[in-house]
């Protein structure tokens, strides 16, 4: 068997753009099925996604009665499949490591999604995210579950000549998220960790092979401190 080839994340991404939304990928089912099981209340309201990647979510806010669709992403290629969806979307390439370029407190949602394991510091992403929501405001993280991630389960996929590619990924324990939430001054409102069990007898076989306590994405809901 050939060794896994590792690319940068932008480039990764890049590889993956054109595949990626018809890719057998249990994670990401596992976070649309917890996205659209949020209670929060978005219609009317303007939403931003750091990583938003083909525009997945977008379309699942957009359904939701979304007023104002934001988003940017490290790779150009999944940006470009982003645009197919929606021309109307407010797009944009950035890294969520640096400053964001959009006004303070000018945002009512934020979402990350399986976004945060490619970065090595938490606060700082965060601590944009807190300077670009509103008063009322709720930040959405669903990420890979820290039971997995220190298992070294990470973002990975195959080319379509069977080549497997990886990218840098950070194992986040739960204290690290604790963290740096306090230093980003935001408050976790809820917490559920997806287990097997809560996606139903019809999730991807994928996911329930693992059997029913298998825990797959943890899902934070965030408030400004």
Partial sequence: ???????????????WAPSYDRYDNPMVYAAGHALSHMPVLVAQKTCLEFGCGTGRNLAALAARG?????GFDFSSAMLAEARKR????????????????????????ILFSLTLEHVADLVPPLQEARRLLRTGGVIKIVEIHPFLSLNDISAHFKTADGEEVTMP???HPFQDWLEAFDQASLRVADLKEWQARDFGTKA??????????????VDWTLSPA
């Avoid at 979304?66 to 934001?70: E, K, T």
């Avoid at 109307?88 to 949602?109: C, G, H, K, R, Y």
């Avoid at 991807?204 to 994405?217: C, E, F, N, T």
């Fill in 1 to 15: 068997m050939s060794e896994a080839k590792t690319l940068d994340v932008a480039a990764a991404y890049d590889v």
């Fill in 66 to 70: 979304v007023s104002n669709l934001i």
């Fill in 86 to 109: 929606d021309g109307d979307w407010t797009l944009f390439q950035a890294d969520m490591n640096e400053a964001i370029p959009l006004p303070d407190q000018s945002v009512d949602f």
């Fill in 169 to 171: 990924a950070f194992a």
């Fill in 204 to 217: 991807p076989a994928k996911i329930l092979r693992r059997g029913p306590d298998w825990p797959w994405v």
